[in-house]
């Protein structure tokens, strides 16, 4: 019987501007950290990941930053599983 495997990340939070007291840039952060997820997800044999909750931090993101965010899980090497919240 084959066991299934999971990766869990959770509070993405993708947003369109950067948090105040964030120097870097933020959505640039959080792209490189989704592509280790990714890279974990491949190199473990993943039969999915597992997003929790809070993918993204506000309800009325611009169609443009959901473009955005849509092109980086894009890159995953299996389902995303995940509630939008």
Do not use: Q
């Amino acid at each position: 019987m084959k066991k299934l495997v999971f990766l869990e990340t959770n509070d993405i939070h993708w947003r369109v501007a950067n948090p105040k007291a964030r120097k870097d840039d933020y959505n640039a952060a959080v792209k490189r950290k989704l592509l280790e997820v990714f890279m974990l997800a491949r190199e473990k044999n993943a039969d999915g990941i597992l997003i929790p909750g809070d993918i993204v931090d506000t309800p009325g993101l611009s169609l443009s930053s959901m473009a955005e965010l849509a092109s980086i899980l894009s890159y995953s090497p299996c389902p995303i599983y995940t509630i939008a919240g």
